[in-house]
Nanobody, 124 residues
Framework: QVQLVESGGGSVQAGGSLRLSCAAS????????MAWFRQAPGKEREGIAT?????NDYYRDSVVGRFTIARDDNHVYLQMNNLKPEDTAMYYC????????????????????WGQGTQVTISS
């Protein structure tokens, strides 16, 4: 599996911005789908953005127009703008080789490599 390490989390006020980074190492290859998930206390982990090996991106409706996922070499980034208190969560980087039978690019069950997470806290 790919090893993933996130960075860039923190605390900002509503309306602010943060940029998360994820470094991938180990048996990586450019054919991995890379994604960002988040999990708030008491809630299920949810997919928010995924980028394909070819650069196609997919977003959760609630972050469209505010979040942007990008990748280069063995890194994936999440630029988050106009942050809201409801964006507060632990954010996780994830990787998958693709070829899913069920679900889609934001389905947590389709990803088998995970980082340790980075906390994002948005105050109102």
């Amino acid at each position: 599996q790919v090893q993933l390490v996130e960075s860039g989390g923190g605390s900002v006020q509503a309306g602010g911005s943060l940029r998360l980074s994820c470094a991938a190492s180990g048996p990586t290859n450019l054919r991995e789908y890379m994604a960002w998930f988040r999990q708030a206390p008491g809630k299920e982990r949810e997919g928010i953005a995924t980028i394909s090996p070819g650069g196609n991106d997919y977003y959760r409706d609630s972050v469209v127009g505010r979040f942007t996922i990008a990748r280069d070499d063995n890194h994936v980034y999440l630029q988050m703008n106009n942050l809201k208190p409801e964006d507060t969560a632990m954010y996780y980087c994830a990787a998958s080789p693709g070829n899913w039978r069920l679900g889609g690019p934001l389905d947590v069950t389709n990803f088998n490599s995970w980082g340790q997470g980075t906390q994002v806290t948005i105050s109102s």
